[in-house]
């Protein structure tokens, strides 16, 4: 009669170290593999939405669209559904915000009231450009693309900070020491002087970096010591976020 022989001790415990050091080697990889996903989702977003703000501009005269700035209906997620029809698109895989509406909730319309509760959630991953704003400094001298010297050197588009609270878009105008416009209050709400860095991008959101539409509509990844620059004596106060930008760095 065969006798059936089991397991030893010490050789269960020498599958289950195998197992662990298995686990250890693969888990860090699927989560890079998932990071990478989601960084190639947030860039095809953002390529998208770059190309549907370039075809709102050719149909209206050469023109940047407006911002929540100072009048909440003009927000462009709402100004451009024409555009595109799907919400989906303006939620990055890299936003971990809290600040989003219920599921189920619908976007207020342009012409909802300042008062509607529905302004005070978050309806976009991605800030657009201040300096390219209508609103900008009173008379919106950036605010069409014609009006850059070098569309392709000047970013547009990108994925806001988690914190950031609800709305469309980013002032590089308010950063760094001396700004472009002089606001205290603004200057410490955007910026931390003492990282030299932004407070309203999510500047590491995949793999030390994020993704960028320019003012052209192309889109890319970058790292932000590649974009955050000054040349106060060529009037450019925010590198690659400056309309002013020629392409040229110091």
């Known amino acids: 009669m065969e006798t059936r022989r ?3 001790l010490i050789e269960l415990l020498v599958v289950i170290a195998i197992i662990a050091i298995l686990a250890a080697i693969l888990f860090p990889v699927f989560a890079q593999a998932k990071l990478a996903a989601k960084k190639t989702t947030d860039l095809s977003n953002v390529k998208q939405l770059g190309t549907m703000l370039m ?3 050719n149909d209206n005269d050469d023109r940047y669209p407006l911002t929540s700035f ?3 209906g003009n927000t462009w997620p709402l100004r451009c559904q024409a555009y595109i029809k799907n919400w989906d698109m303006f939620r990055s895989p890299g936003d971990l915000s809290t600040l989003w509406p219920p599921a189920g909730t619908q976007p207020p319309q342009p012409d909802a009231p300042q008062s509607d509760p529905r302004w005070g959630f978050r309806w976009t991953s991605y800030l657009l450009n201040a300096y390219m704003s209508g609103a900008f400094n009173g008379s919106g001298p950036y605010s069409t693309v014609t009006a850059l010297p070098a569309p392709a050197s000047v970013i547009y588009l990108t994925l806001a900070a988690d914190n950031v609270a609800p709305r469309d878009h980013y002032h590089p105008f308010y950063w760094g020491t001396p700004p472009e416009l002089v606001s205290s209050f603004m200057q410490n709400l955007t ?3 003492a990282t030299n860095r932004t407070r309203e991008i999510k500047l590491e959101a995949f793999s030390g970096g ?3 539409a320019y003012a052209d509509g192309h889109a ?3 790292k932000w010591p590649q974009l ?3 040349d106060l004596p060529r009037n450019i106060f925010a590198g690659n976020f400056d309309p002013k930008n020629e392409g040229q760095r110091p």
Request: aromatic letters at 34%.
């Open 55 to 57: 075809l709102y501009s």
């Open 210 to 212: 994020t993704n960028y």
């Open 191 to 193: 910026f931390d002087p």
């Open 6 to 8: 089991a397991f030893t």
């Open 228 to 230: 955050w620059w000054r």
């Open 70 to 72: 100072p009048a909440r």
């Open 220 to 222: 890319k990844f970058q």
